[in-house]
């Protein structure tokens, strides 16, 4: 049973940058879906990036600013975050699949959840 474990989070100033961690075990990153999501106070979550195999999917609100890698080695997911905007402000969640996913994006296809880390850009 896969674990994941976020970290990296922060208090950070608008145009700034962060990297999020998602640290996995009981199961390789290698072999799965994995996905950020992220929910601000009173919304939804959202889908913001997913990579399965070698294909990388984001949303349009962070494509181009934010890049999804993972480190087979380490068991490692990350989303480095640049030119934050205050709307970016959220709990960022990191999601695995049991598997390779079908659709990258649906929330609901994933098995495995982290705790989050909270993400606040200030204006």
């Known amino acids: 049973q896969a674990q994941l474990v976020e970290s990296g989070g922060g208090l950070v100033q608008a145009g700034d940058s962060l990297r999020l961690s998602c640290a996995a075990s009981?199961?390789?990153?290698?072999?799965?879906?994995m996905g950020w999501f992220r929910q601000a106070p009173g919304k939804e979550r959202e889908f913001v990036a997913g990579?399965?195999?070698?294909?990388?999917d984001y949303s349009d609100s962070v494509k181009g600013r934010f890049t999804i890698s993972r480190d087979n080695a380490k068991n490692t997911v990350y989303l480095q975050m640049n030119s934050l905007k205050p709307e970016d402000t959220a709990v960022y969640l990191c999601?695995?699949?049991?598997?390779?996913?079908?659709?990258?994006?649906?929330?609901?296809?994933?098995?495995?959840w982290g705790q989050g880390t909270q993400v606040i850009v200030s204006s």
């Open positions: 009981g199961g390789t990153v290698s072999s799965r879906t």
């Open positions: 990579v399965r195999g070698g294909s990388r």
């Open positions: 999601a695995a699949g049991s598997g390779v996913l079908s659709s990258i994006r649906r929330s609901e296809m994933y098995y495995y």
